[in-house]
């Protein structure tokens, strides 16, 4: 089984940046797709950004598309999510995600870390 754990959140003001990290146990990473995902409070938890196993191909949401970059390393089985020019709108939990392919990442992913806080104040 994969266990996910995402670390890196916390409080800053608009327009700062973060870096989100999720750390992923076993071996055969990078036949896993992986993805991040936010909810707010009221909100449905909705997409943000996805990668492929080998970190060649990357897919964002509109919200966050030319803020947010996702990466990858295999050698230390971890994903990462720099955010840039934050917004107070992107205050929510961050999940981080897995699944086989991309197409299953970005739809109902079958693991999932535990979360991590952001709080984007104005």
């Known amino acids: 089984q994969v266990h996910l754990v995402e670390s890196g959140g916390g409080l800053v003001q608009a327009g700062e940046s973060l870096r989100l990290s999720c750390a992923a146990s076993?071996?055969?990473?990078?036949?896993?797709?992986m993805g991040w995902f936010r909810q707010a409070p009221g909100k449905e938890r909705e997409f943000v950004a996805a990668?492929?196993?080998?970190?060649?191909?990357?897919y964002y949401a509109d919200s966050v598309k030319g803020r947010f970059t996702i990466s990858r390393d295999n050698t230390k089985n971890t994903v990462s999510l720099q955010m840039n020019s934050l917004k107070p709108e992107d205050t929510a939990v961050y999940y981080c995600?897995?699944?086989?392919?991309?197409?299953?990442?970005?739809?109902?992913?079958?693991?999932w870390g535990q979360g991590t806080q952001v709080t984007v104040s104005s």
């Open positions: 076993g071996r055969a990473f990078s036949r896993y797709a």
């Open positions: 995600a897995a699944d086989t392919t991309t197409t299953a990442v970005m739809g109902l992913p079958d693991y």
């Open positions: 990668i492929s196993g080998l970190g060649r191909n990357s």
